[in-house]
């Protein structure tokens, strides 16, 4: 699913929009028990409630594809019968009527879900009339197909926070009850893809809210797919594999070069955007990383031991070189090259001062040296005369003095 696939399906996540046939849940507590389930026919909720689902469905769909949305194709034994995929064509059939099925959904949730705190599991079935699109992207009242699907939004559960309040029943203000509050959802999936605007039963895409930490034992274990790396994930690997080779990141140098990696890795990839399609990925593989990091300074032997550890830890899934790019290490690697800039002209300034005769420059002072009779040196200080910032020149009666290589006879 891309990003204008799953627009596609948010878009209708609105009350005069959305064809949601049922919501159902089970409410879980520390202990993992089932405290309570329930389903309930969607257009049937009462205003407040129904929005508040609906948001939730609406961040289950929501962030950046490749790092809070993953595409995850479903293995061949998965799609076999009593395979993980099994149960969600399962759910889906039954438009989630079933409570068998749906408690058997509960207790894998449960048995694979890696969570001691309480949780609340959503589950939502939808099904839409895909309108047809003509080829400059117009819809059409005619339909293609029904694209039916389930979404599963797994949301912490917590107490709110103590607080005072207004006590009507006593008329005081005194301490608040607290309850039991429902958050946003840190896990989700929706099953099938959407891909190419088209029911796809061979993928599933699951939602983190934590792309550092995701919940791979639920993707592995409760949905049966192979777990793959979130574009946080991967730049956070790739930073440390770079640490570990170059040393201590808080030594200038070692940070400097990782500067010029990050710069190295951006040049790449405007120089592929330009050769390539614009919707094609730039991939980064060995053969592109391996002159990034020597024309970083960056030594043969150490580069290799990068190259062979960026090689163990993206084996089965190349990133794109975008997912590796730092936005705080670029935006800190322009400050210093400006600062090297301005540096660079300083000391080519300081040259032409010294060329001059301008020999130090120092805050409110500025002495030069100018040549006088019988070789002496006079020193020119800055001063105020008359209100004004002037450069006084000391000299002994008629001298002829040379300043910026002409002869002045004061």
């Known amino acids: 699913m891309n990003k204008r696939e799953i627009a596609e399906i948010k878009r209708r996540f609105k009350k005069e929009s959305c064809t949601f046939t049922r919501v159902c849940g089970c409410y879980v507590n520390s202990d993992k028990a089932k405290v309570v389930t329930f389903r309930n026919t969607f257009l049937n909720l009462e205003d407040e409630e129904l929005h508040k689902y609906l948001e939730i469905a609406n961040k289950t769909l929501s962030g950046k594809p490749g790092n809070s949305l993953l595409e995850l194709p479903f293995p061949l034994e998965a799609e076999e019968e009593g395979g993980a995929q099994a149960l969600l064509m399962e759910l889906r059939s039954s438009q989630l009527k079933d409570d068998e099925v749906l408690n058997r959904f509960y207790d894998r949730v449960i ?172 991939i980064l593989n060995r053969e592109e990383l391996s002159p990034i990091l020597e024309n970083s300074g960056i030594d043969e032997p150490v580069a290799e031991r990068i190259a062979d550890k960026f090689d163990a830890y993206f084996e089965e899934n190349l990133p794109e070189a975008d997912e590796l790019l730092d936005a705080k290490s670029l935006k800190d690697n322009g400050l210093r090259m400006e600062k090297k800039e301005l540096e660079k002209q300083v000391v080519q300034l300081n040259h032409k001062l010294e060329e001059a005769g301008v020999v130090n420059v120092d805050g409110s002072e500025v002495n030069v040296v100018v040549k006088v009779p019988d070789d002496r040196v006079a020193t020119v200080r800055a001063t105020f005369v008359d209100g004004q910032r002037c450069i006084v020149i000391p000299l002994e009666g008629d001298e002829e003095t040379t300043v910026n290589g002409e002869k002045k006879v004061f």
């Not at 192979?226 to 930073?239: E, G, N, P, V």
């Not at 201590?248 to 500067?259: A, F, G, K, Q, S």
Request: net charge negative; hydrophobic share 30%; with cysteine.
């Open 111 to 282: 048995e694979t879900y890696d969570k001691v705190e309480n949780y609340l599991i959503l589950l939502f079935h939808d099904a839409y009339d895909v309108p047809m699109k003509t080829t400059d992207n117009l819809s059409l009242d005619d339909s293609e197909e029904v694209y039916e699907y389930i979404m599963c939004a797994i949301c912490p559960v917590d107490l709110s926070k103590p607080g005072l309040g207004y006590n009507e029943n006593e008329n005081r203000i005194g301490t608040l009850d607290r309850d039991w509050v429902v958050g946003a959802p840190e896990s989700g999936f929706t099953f099938p893809c959407f891909t190419e605007r088209s029911t796809d039963i061979h993928a599933v895409m699951v939602y983190t809210k934590d792309a550092k930490q995701p919940h791979t034992e639920f993707w592995e274990n409760g949905l049966g797919c192979k777990a793959i790396h979130t574009s946080t994930q991967k730049k956070m690997a790739f930073t440390s594999i770079l640490g570990e080779a170059l040393g201590d990141p808080e030594d200038e140098d070692v940070r400097d070069t990782m500067l010029d990696v990050q710069q190295g890795l951006s040049d790449f990839i405007e120089i592929r955007t330009e050769t390539q399609d614009k919707d094609e990925p730039v």
